[in-house]
């Protein structure tokens, strides 16, 4: 059975940093293209972030570049998102998924599975 676990959510003021993590079970980690996404309230869900499986390749969303970093432990089965300056506009909750190739990482589509999400708020 494949589960993508993600935690680390919470509470933050603005200006704040949070870091998520996402462990995967039952899946080929070392091998799997990953990708973060997130749903604020009343909006679609959103690509944020994404990593291949050796780390080689990251891409961000505009709204994210220079304030938040994709990494992973493939040891570990481990993604995590390090999100900095964080925003009120960063609020949402925040999905891990596996599986679309760098070809589609934007395409939700293309990812296999997902996670539960973990609620991120910032305010003040």
């Known amino acids: 059975q494949v589960r993508l676990v993600e935690s680390g959510g919470g509470l933050v003021q603005p200006g704040g940093s949070l870091t998520l993590s996402c462990v995967v079970s039952g899946y080929p980690f070392d091998q799997a293209y990953m990708g973060w996404f997130r749903q604020a309230p009343g909006k679609e869900r959103e690509f944020v972030a994404y990593i291949t499986w050796n780390s080689g390749i990251t891409h961000y969303a505009d709204s994210v570049k220079g304030r938040f970093t994709i990494t992973r432990d493939n040891a570990a089965h481990t993604m995590t998102l390090r999100m900095n300056n964080l925003k009120p506009e960063d609020t949402a909750v925040y999905f891990c998924?596996?599986?679309?190739?760098?070809?589609?990482?934007?395409?939700?589509?293309?990812?296999?599975?997902w996670g539960q999400g973990t609620h991120v708020a910032v305010s003040s």
């Open positions: 998924a596996a599986g679309a190739g760098p070809d589609y990482y934007q395409q939700q589509n293309k990812y296999t599975y």
